[in-house]
């Protein structure tokens, strides 16, 4: 008897995809990359989803049709990923960041959810015992870390990250991801004991683990733990989402899905200084609607509100209750109105919709295209020549195909640039700066429209330059490498702020290299003050960045100036002492005492008395309080003296001010021996693109 091999056909090849994904996603993390966890999961979903659009691509040529089942979430599902689409590739001349982010996982999710549910066909599957296995084992990881065996000792020591050992890591991401995923592994299962009145073995080992870690999880996240949960206020949410629609076309298309955090910094509400979180710069708002209003616009919130509504009205069927998926999709979208998504749990309810749409698949419609009938009349011979329909199908799906390969090729490109750069990080870690430089220069070399890793390039070649410069003794040579780091830092940096001119860091990271080239080349002070104000019109409620403008006027004797801007630090956090101080000795050097006894005596005032610093501080407002008391107590007519000599409290900031612009010189390096870029306009026209060494 002839045996006949097993036929594996579009529907088995994508529920073996969908079933590993949903195992993989949620346990795995890769340390050689330089974001291990989100990386490390983009990885599995890019390409697990890459494959599932492969196969559906050659089961459309084969087939010579492209079919789609219609069910009710069908069209809103479509319409977001359109919005998606016209958001990441609109809103950014180089959208790779959003690609390779949040957009790449919404299209990615979009796919999942209609192609899988394609494919599929209606059939009882465990998809249940994969789930609350791969929650188990988050949990028994978990424990594990606790007891020092753990996979944050390996992952530690591979990646040269230092990873707690506490519930902060988990497999998933953070302690709240944890217990979001476990809650839907939990009701899942719940469903699938429910509807098959079986309970396995795994689920007995499963349910205990998986209630453990939901208990446990959720008391680290209690206010006052290590772990307690911390995420967006919803004012402020509010506040930036209304703030960030003001404009026509990103109130359509949005800013670009990762673009949160630079939406952020530019609409926070003031009254975020006030905070204890006002330094802190938040990639999501308080849940996720209010995230996707800035980044994706009203046409993606429009139809992801249109997707939970149509979803909804399926309840009031019996046989729509009685699938799994429905109530493990319900529970998803209630978290996403609650709190912010995440990759995890985005494409858990993605494999979910797949399975809920092939359950109900004998209900839906089909959509097939066929490709176009139509025929030629030959002229000569009056011959009627008929095209076949199903070379048009063919043709589309290999360019289709043809598409697909090219974004496997860019996915190769983009871990293997992560690669290196996790590579080059632990280069720098062991002090192999060398070395690190140009493993990074490869990584630039893979993924050159990525801002952080020109910015991080920038960085490396200014610490390899003042490397160079620091030796006992430099020769020819080595003031050619200077001159050449110099100018590699300077386009690195540049570059990363024409790819993403609304990251502050960017700019920060332009200025910084700008700064260190004060008094060795000219025009290198404007630059500096250029780069801090394109910096601070990315992020105006931003102290940090008055007070670093304050302090670059400051040790260069421009009180004035600095006073300027530490007192427009004040008025964005008025609970500043580094402010008040450093206003306090701009007073001091302007020959303004009473003025700086206020601003010190402010700062004393703002620094808890068991600080080291606050007895030093003390002793200097004593002092001056003294003086300030004999100047306002003497003889009148001493005030109108022309030649009053400065008090001992302004000698003293004067000599300490000569150190400090002293200090700032000797940490500068000396190009006075090389030639490099002697204009800004010349370096901001370069291209982006990366050279060759």
């Known amino acids: 008897m002839k045996k006949t091999r097993p036929s594996f056909t579009s529907s088995k090849v994508s529920q073996i995809l969908l079933k590993s994904l949903l195992f993989l996603l949620p346990i795995v993390v890769l340390p050689f990359f330089s974001n291990p966890l989100n990386h490390s999961k983009s990885l599995v979903l890019f390409l697990i989803s890459t494959a599932i659009v492969f196969v559906y691509l050659v089961r459309s040529f084969r087939r010579k049709k492209i079919e789609i089942t219609w069910s009710p979430v069908t069209a809103p599902l479509i319409l977001f990923g359109l919005a998606v689409t016209a958001s990441t590739y609109f809103t950014r001349e180089y959208p790779l960041e959003s690609i390779m982010g949040l957009g790449g996982v919404y299209i990615a999710f979009v796919s999942i959810s209609i192609l899988g549910g394609t494919m599929l066909v209606k059939k009882e599957e465990n998809k249940s015992s994969l789930l609350s296995i791969a929650a188990s084992i988050v949990v028994v990881c ?18 040269g990250l230092v990873i707690p050992k506490n519930f902060i890591f988990t497999l998933v991401g953070s302690t709240f991801q944890a217990v979001q995923l476990l809650i839907l592994a939990f009701i899942f299962l719940v469903q699938k004991i429910r509807k098959k009145k079986i309970i396995t073995a795994v689920n007995l080992i499963a349910i205990p683990l998986i209630l453990f870690g939901i208990a446990y999880y959720t008391w680290t996240l209690l206010p006052g733990k290590e772990t307690s949960l911390s995420i967006q206020a919803f004012a402020s949410s509010w506040s930036v989402a209304l703030d960030s629609i003001r404009y026509p076309r990103a109130a359509l298309i949005g800013n670009g899905p990762e673009s949160y955090m630079n939406v952020y910094s530019f609409f926070k509400p003031l009254a975020m200084n006030n905070t204890p979180f006002w330094n802190v710069k938040y990639i999501n708002a308080f849940n996720t609607p209010l995230t996707m209003l800035p980044t994706i616009g009203v046409a993606g919130l429009l139809s992801w509100i249109a997707l939970i509504i149509v979803f909804v009205k399926q309840l009031k069927y019996k046989h729509v209750r009685e699938i799994p998926e429905t109530w493990v999709l ?22 979910a919709f797949a399975f809920w749409i ?8 089909t959509l097939k295209f066929q490709g176009f009938e139509f025929s030629m009349k030959q002229v000569e011979n009056a011959k009627k020549v008929n095209f076949n329909p199903g070379f048009v199908v063919r043709v589309v799906v290999g360019i289709l195909l043809l598409l697909a390969t090219l974004k496997s090729y860019s996915l190769v490109n983009y871990y293997s640039g992560s690669y290196l750069v996790n590579k080059a990080n632990r280069q720098l870690a062991e002090g192999d700066l060398a070395s690190a430089y140009t493993t ?51 386009k690195e940096g540049t570059a990363a702020t024409i790819i993403n001119p609304d990251n502050t860091d960017n700019w920060m990271v332009l200025a910084q290299i700008y700064r260190e080239l004060i008094g060795t080349i000219e025009k290198a002070d404007e630059w500096t003050v250029q780069s801090y104000i394109k910096a601070v019109n990315t992020d105006p409620m931003n102290p940090t960045l008055r007070m670093d403008l304050g302090d670059l006027y400051f040790n260069y004797k421009d009180y004035e100036k600095a006073a300027a801007f530490y007192n427009q630090a004040i008025s964005l956090k008025p609970d500043a002492p580094n402010a008040y101080y450093q206003l306090g000795k701009s007073a001091i050097l302007l020959e303004q005492p009473t003025p700086a006894l206020a601003a010190w005596q402010q700062a004393l005032s703002l620094i ?16 001056l309080a003294e003086e300030v008391a004999v100047l ?43 030639e490099v870029a002697d204009n800004q306009e010349e370096t901001e026209e370069s291209s982006v693109a990366p050279t060759e060494e």
């Open 142 to 159: 978990s424990i594990l870390d606790l007891l020092n065996f753990g996979p944050t000792r390996f992952l530690s020591s591979v990646s």
């Open 330 to 351: 319900l529970a998803s979208f209630f978290m996403q109105l609650l709190a912010p998504t995440n990759i995890v749990i985005l494409i858990v309810q993605g494999i």
């Open 358 to 365: 092939a359950a109900q698949k004998n209900l839906y419609s």
């Open 440 to 490: 990074h220069q490869k990584a630039v070399s893979k993924v050159p429209y990525l801002d952080s890793n020109r910015r991080n390039n920038a960085l490396i070649a200014m610490n390899a330059a003042i490397a160079i410069s620091k030796k006992e003794s430099t020769d020819d040579t080595d003031s050619s490498q200077m001159a050449t780091l110099i100018n590699k830092a300077v």
């Open 608 to 623: 808890p008395r068991d600080d080291e610093n606050y007895q030093t501080l003390k002793e200097q407002v004593d002092k």
């Open 632 to 674: 306002e107590g003497g003889d009148q007519s001493a005030q109108g003296n022309q030649g009053q000599e400065p008090s001992p409290i302004v000698e003293q900031n004067l000599k300490r001010d000569d150190e400090v612009v002293s200090s700032e010189n000797e940490t500068s390096v000396d190009l006075s021996q090389v």
